[in-house]
């Protein structure tokens, strides 16, 4: 509770807060509903915080899992007005575009036709001389245009493929940029009917880098979760941090051992998309007081070339961390002996088959005992590894959802979301954590990736080997051991 000579300082930061927000709607009124869609993204990143001290001053005290909830949906709010703030800027490039067509075209007609001859004018959403150019890049040794339909800002163009997809979509492609430079994006992707179809789209689409705002809120929500790491550890020895601050060496160690795993996640993403030439946006962390953190997400700044770059940069991360994370918990493991910091009860250890198994050949009888000892490092490679198999379940853009989407294709990987959205619904049902991570995907990454530049492409025999490999391991880690398995393993008394 904040004492009585801090409540007039925190009234003050809120009349700022409120003055500033004043004056951000002042400004954006003049910009019709893109200001007011922008101003609108700034009151959602600021309204949890607003909320949470306001709210404190008054003498009401929301816990970290209302603080979560509140970020969730912000997070989720700035989105979609995000979207919907694109969609605004492109029907207003849109209606720009067609008012100066207009003009130059009823300019040209009043020079040259009577005032009583009418003026037909068809807005095409390519204009012509580019729709030329894009034509005669096909042929019939790569893919024979039939129809030309017009989509969105650009063209779909059917017929039939005449080659390797990767290859075609490789010649197409550097006989577009000749033409027309970086001004337009073509990509080779299948329709509803499994006909191959090339669609091209003006390169104003491309994805952008995240906006100041966005950095700053990723800032805020790293040390968000730097703090629930912590908070985390110090529930693991049995105090509260906040209510503690003065033990907070105390949890130190194991709450950076959890962020250092969330680093080793990253790293992966980042070192095989700087491989691929493929930019990612600032890791939006998302602080979770149960385990530290449910991961983060991650954005593409960059149109991908195919599904085994999407394939790559996904498992990447779940590698990085879940190697880092097994590795703790294996040393972890050797590390144990009588004494050491944390015993848990034998129970304990069937909550996942991975580490079960793990732990019965490494400590072998030990785990007969009630409470077993064992080492810290355990408790955070566990973690950890719970922490990588929550961002490898198969939905929206989540690593799991991503690796199905690569793999399988869109389809699939739609029918994979729904399917992991209503087993966390059921589990959810039970357990608070399962319902958390069904807000977290609902709100904020139940959409699929966009398609790649070549959707028809699929990856590699081993790259669905290894994308099948950590699905499993993703299901052995949240799989709990049932008694009689527990049993024959020789996991509890």
Do not use: C
Not at 308 to 324: E, H, R, Y
Request: charged content about 15%; hydrophobic content about 50%; cysteine-free.
């Amino acid at each position: 509770m904040f004492t009585s000579s801090e409540t007039p300082i925190l009234g003050i930061i809120l009349l700022v807060a409120f003055a500033i927000l004043g004056w951000g709607f002042y400004r954006a009124r003049p910009f019709g509903k893109l200001g007011i869609l922008a101003w609108l993204q700034s009151v959602v990143l600021m309204t949890p915080w607003l909320l949470f001290f306001g709210l404190f001053a008054a003498g009401i005290y929301i816990n970290i899992a209302g603080i979560l909830f509140l970020v969730v949906v912000s997070a989720g709010l700035y989105v979609y007005l995000g979207r919907q703030l694109r969609a605004a800027g492109q029907d207003a490039i849109l209606k720009q575009r067609a008012t100066q067509r207009l003009a130059d075209e009823s300019s040209q007609a009043s020079e040259n036709l009577p005032q009583s001859t009418a003026v037909v004018v068809e807005i095409l959403p390519i204009p012509e001389e580019d729709l030329s150019s894009i034509r005669s890049i096909f042929g019939i040794d790569t893919f024979f245009a039939t129809e030309t339909i017009a989509y969105q800002q650009g063209a779909i163009f059917k017929g039939n493929l005449r080659g390797e997809p990767q290859d075609v979509h490789q010649r197409l492609t550097t006989s577009l940029k000749e033409k027309l430079g970086d001004k337009y994006r073509l990509f080779l992707l299948e329709n509803t009917d499994g006909k191959p179809v090339v669609i091209v789209l003006p390169s104003s689409n491309d994805p952008r880098p995240i906006t100041l705002p966005q950095k700053v809120f990723a800032a805020i929500l790293a040390v968000a979760t730097i703090g629930t790491s912590l908070e985390t550890a110090g529930l693991l020895l049995n105090f509260d941090v906040l209510a503690n601050p003065e033990r907070l060496q105390e949890a130190l160690p194991i709450g950076l051992g959890i962020f250092a795993i969330l680093i080793a996640h990253e790293i992966g993403h980042w070192l095989l998309a700087r491989r691929h030439q493929v930019r990612l946006s600032w890791p939006f962390f998302l602080p979770a007081v149960q385990i530290g953190s449910f991961g983060s997400i991650t954005r593409f700044e960059s149109l991908l070339q195919n599904r085994s770059v999407l394939f790559d940069i996904a498992v990447a991360g779940p590698i990085a961390g879940g190697i880092v994370s097994l590795l703790m918990l294996i040393v972890g493991l050797l590390l144990s002996h009588p004494g050491s910091l944390f015993q848990l009860p034998n129970q304990f250890f069937q909550g996942s088959i991975l580490v079960g198994s793990l732990a019965r050949v490494v400590l072998g009888s030990a785990l007969q005992s009630p409470l077993v000892n064992v080492n810290p490092l355990v408790v955070i490679g566990w973690l950890g590894l719970v922490i990588t198999a929550l961002n490898l379940m198969p939905a929206g853009q989540l690593d799991g959802g991503r690796i199905v989407q690569a793999i399988y294709g869109r389809k699939t990987a739609n029918r994979s979301t729904i399917a992991t959205l209503i087993v966390l619904a059921l589990v959810g049902l039970g357990n608070a954590l399962a319902l958390y991570w069904l807000i977290v995907i609902l709100f904020l990454q139940r959409d699929l990736e966009r398609p790649s530049l070549n959707e028809i492409t699929e990856p590699n025999d081993a790259r669905a080997a290894l994308g099948l490999l950590v699905l499993f391991l993703m299901i052995t880690t949240l799989l709990p051991l049932t008694p009689g398995l527990a049993g024959r393993l020789g996991i509890g008394g």
